[in-house]
């Protein structure tokens, strides 16, 4: 890291710090998990606007922590149900049930409709029509279907080899995986004119540097359950899902689009959960 790089993160790290104030930082995540969740929150606190539309130019440094607030309900069963003589199958399944119930399947409908898009169209223009199609084609369904497999499977694994301690790594990888949708976010154009970014505004180096910072100290609380090695190649390989479904989508349709990043945030999370177990904990 150079110079500049090193003065980019220090100047992030204080515009953050400014605004770091309790309240603000509670509306901000709770902004966040209305978005991205079907969470009935209530205001939290005064600077909270439920009724606006969420600025993410201005918020999307909290999309790790509402990464973390969406995943507690399915760590929070997990926990309860490991008490239970129920086989680690059946809670995996029953974890991956609820946190895609929570979430209103947003991203899986996502990563359904970039896969039916980017390969049953010929043309940039032809796939965008049917990423905007509500029918879910076969390249879809069988997506979904793979990726709801191995989130339970990948999941029923780390239950296995870390008991109740598999919970840390189940809403770290949410966490994460918000991060690294927020950085492609940032990273790639929008393939619409007034998408995402004219919407609810595109993040700036400083919103992606900030949670990149919280990320990195979500994956540090995983040391507590999971060998550095295999965090290290579960981080790896999540930002390089993730990269890939950003350079994937510039090369279909020539950028972003709100599938894309939620296609971006499952494949992340599942390659997460696929590297942390490469190796032996």
Known sequence: MDDGENRSWAKSLKQVLRKWHPLQVASDVAACVRFFSRLPLPPAGPLDRIDAAPDFSRISYAAPLAGLVISAPAALLT??????????????????????AVCGALHEDGLGDVVDGFFGGTTPKRRMEIMKDSRVGAFGALTLAIAILLRVLLLAGLLQALDGWAVVPLVVGEALSRGLMI????????????????????????????????????????????????????????????????????????GTTGDVLGAAQQIAVICFLIGLQLAPM
């Open 79 to 100: 926990l309860v149900l490991g008490l239970t003589p129920l086989p680690d199958l059946v809670v995996a399944t029953l974890a991956v049930a609820l946190l895609v």
């Open 183 to 254: 950085w492609q976010w940032r990273s790639h154009p929008s393939a619409r004119p007034g998408g995402l970014g004219a919407r609810f505004g595109k993040p700036d180096a400083v919103q992606v540097n900030a949670a990149a910072l919280i990320c990195g100290l979500a994956l540090l609380t995983c040391l507590i359950s999971v060998p550095l090695l295999n965090l290290a190649l579960g981080g790896l390989l999540a930002s390089a899902g993730a990269y890939g479904v950003g350079r994937l989508a510039v090369s279909k349709i020539g």
